[in-house]
C-alpha cells in the first residue's frame, strides 16, 4: 500500500484557477470512486473539502471541485483567494476498508 | 456539533507502548453509519491512515503496522482508542482521530484537534 502520489506544490495568483493532482493505481484511486480530498492550514487538523470524487460537503465554497480519470483523481479550485494558501491531501479507499494518503501538494497564491 | 478530543502521553520512550484515546461528544459513536479512525502526521510530512474500527469492535489497520497497532472502542464511554507497541522515533507524529462516513461512500469527515507525540528516551 504505497502512498498516492501528488505533486509536492503549486502556485497560482490571485482569481486564477489551480490544479492539483492524485495519482494512484488500480487498487486504488482507478478501483474505486472513494477519492477525498482534505484541505490543511499550518498547525491545524485537516478539513473536508470534497468526497466521493466530486461531492462537496456543506459550508464548503463551489469554488472546489473534483473529478477522477482512470487511476488519477484532480482538484481544481477556481477563482484563487488567498485563504486558499494550504496543503492539500488525497485520500483514497483501497479496499477491505482500508485507505491510503497522498503526500500532499503545498498550494501557494502568489 | 460532533467533536473529537485526543488525550494520552506527549513522550513515550523507544520501545514502549503509545496508548492514546479518542472522546466524542455531540453524538453517539454506536452509530450504525460510522467507523472511527486513527490517522497520524509525522512532524513536516503527510498524512498516514492507522486504522479504523467500528462500534460493534471490527477493526481495519493498515497492513504496515497492522503488527503494532490495537484500536479498541468503549461505548459506555463513548470513546475509542489507540495503542502502538515497541514505537521508535519514526512514529513521533501528530496523532489525529477521525469519524469515517459510511452513510455515502467512505470519508473522514469530522476530525481531532490532533495531539503531537514524541518518541525519545
Known amino acids: 500500500q504505497s502512498a498516492l502520489t501528488q505533486p509536492r506544490s503549486v502556485s497560482g495568483s490571485p482569481g486564477q484557477s489551480v490544479t492539483i493532482s492524485c495519482t494512484g493505481t488500480?487498487?486504488?484511486?482507478?478501483?474505486?470512486?472513494?477519492v477525498s480530498w482534505y484541505q490543511q492550514h499550518p498547525g491545524k487538523a485537516p478539513k473536508l473539502m470534497i468526497y466521493?470524487?466530486?461531492k462537496r460537503p456543506s459550508g464548503v465554497p463551489d469554488r472546489f471541485s473534483g473529478s477522477k480519470s482512470g487511476n488519477t483523481a484532480s482538484l481544481t479550485i477556481s477563482g484563487l483567494q488567498a485563504e486558499d494558501e494550504a496543503d492539500y491531501y488525497c485520500?483514497?479507499?483501497?479496499?477491505?476498508?482500508?485507505?491510503?494518503f497522498g503526500g500532499g501538494t503545498k498550494l501557494t497564491v502568489l | 456539533q460532533l467533536q473529537l478530543q485526543e488525550s494520552g502521553p506527549g513522550l513515550v520512550k523507544p520501545s514502549e507502548t503509545l496508548s492514546l484515546t479518542c472522546t466524542v461528544s455531540?453524538?453517539?459513536?454506536?452509530?450504525?453509519?460510522?467507523?472511527w479512525g486513527w490517522i497520524r502526521q509525522p512532524p513536516g510530512k503527510g498524512l498516514e491512515w492507522i486504522g479504523s474500527?467500528?462500534?460493534?469492535?471490527?477493526?481495519y489497520y493498515n497492513p504496515s503496522l497492522k503488527s503494532r497497532v490495537t484500536i479498541s472502542v468503549d461505548t459506555s464511554k463513548n470513546q475509542f482508542s489507540l495503542k502502538l507497541s515497541s514505537v521508535t522515533a519514526a512514529d513521533t507524529a501528530v496523532y489525529y482521530c477521525?469519524?469515517?462516513?459510511?452513510?455515502?461512500?467512505?470519508?473522514?469527515?469530522?476530525w481531532g484537534q490532533g495531539t503531537l507525540v514524541t518518541v525519545s528516551s
Open positions: 455531540g453524538g453517539s459513536i454506536s452509530s450504525s453509519s460510522y467507523y
Open positions: 477521525a469519524r469515517l462516513n459510511i452513510a455515502a461512500r467512505p470519508h473522514f469527515d469530522y
Open positions: 485520500c483514497s479507499y483501497a479496499g477491505s476498508y482500508t485507505f491510503v
Open positions: 474500527i467500528y462500534y460493534s469492535g471490527s477493526t
Open positions: 466521493d470524487v466530486s
Open positions: 488500480s487498487s486504488d484511486v482507478g478501483g474505486y470512486n472513494y
